[in-house]
């Protein structure tokens, strides 16, 4: 059984720092891409970030390059997101995804391509 679990999230004043975890099982976790995405209160979903099988590339939102880096462990299952110069606009609960289908150097924005979710982390940036 697939299972992600989101945590590193909290509140943090602009300009601040926090790390996102995502613990991942139940599948072989270095054959699929990962996603971060987003949910801002009140709002749809949004992708943020996401990560080839190995690493090796890595895409971003405008709203949030040069501010934000994914990265991924695959010896111990973990994605991560290491987000910077936070923003009041950055609140919201992020969840991780994992694509649906299995295939190395391959990324897609398109949230339909995307399954198990995890519950999510709340992120909260405010004065």
């Known amino acids: 059984q697939v299972r992600l679990v989101e945590s590193g999230g909290g509140l943090a004043q602009p300009g601040g720092s926090l790390r996102l975890s995502c613990a991942a099982s139940?599948?072989?976790?270095?054959?699929?891409?990962m996603s971060w995405v987003r949910q801002p209160p009140g709002k749809g979903l949004e992708w943020v970030s996401g990560?080839?099988?190995?690493?090796?590339?890595?895409f971003y939102a405008a709203s949030v390059k040069g501010r934000f880096t994914i990265s991924r462990d695959n010896a111990n299952n973990t994605l991560y997101l290491q987000m910077n110069s936070l923003k009041p606009e950055d609140t919201g609960l992020y969840y991780c995804?994992?694509?649906?289908?299995?295939?190395?150097?391959?990324?897609?924005?398109?949230?339909?391509?995307?399954?198990?979710w995890g519950q999510g982390a709340h992120v909260t940036v405010s004065s």
């Open positions: 995804t994992k694509l649906r289908h299995s295939q190395n150097y391959y990324f897609s924005e398109d949230l339909g391509q995307y399954d198990s």
């Open positions: 990560i080839y099988t190995d690493g090796s590339a890595s």
């Open positions: 139940g599948f072989t976790f270095d054959s699929y891409t």
